[in-house]
Nanobody
Framework: VQLQASGGGLVQAGGSLRLSCKDS????????VAWFRQTPGKEREFVAA????????TYSDAVKGRFTVSRDRASNTVFLQMNILKPEDTAVYYC??????????????WGQGTLVTVSS
């Protein structure tokens, strides 16, 4: 598995978590990376994305102002800082490498998910 997501867990509403998505390749990726989430019975939902160099970020309306996506090219890792978490943020979170250097909505490969549970 090239992409590995981690950092999920159980947190109370209003709390914070930081997810990481590590690319196991030795060289820095020139692809955008996006975060998605999925709950049972629902389609996978876009959360946030960051361009290859971290300069351009995109967020869904549901998380805008609460979540921040960033990347560290030296470690080939993309982060999702999640603040002011709500019970409706509970989901399995996945990271995905996009086919382009800026998010295009075309995932090329997926990482394993990490479960985030927000209690009320």
């Amino acid at each position: 598995v090239q992409l590995q997501a981690s950092g999920g867990g159980l947190v109370q509403a209003g709390g914070s978590l930081r997810l990481s998505c590590k690319d196991s390749r030795r060289t820095s990726s020139n692809n955008a990376v996006a975060w998605f989430r999925q709950t049972p019975g629902k389609e996978r939902e876009f959360v946030a994305a960051v361009s290859w160099n971290g300069a351009i970020t995109t967020y869904s309306d549901a998380v805008k102002g609460r979540f921040t996506v960033s990347r560290d090219r030296a470690s080939n890792t993309v982060f999702l800082q999640m603040n002011i978490l709500k019970p409706e943020d509970t989901a399995v979170y996945y990271c995905a490498k996009d086919r382009r250097s800026v998010y295009s909505g075309s995932p090329q490969s997926w990482g394993q998910g990490t479960l985030v549970t927000v209690s009320s």
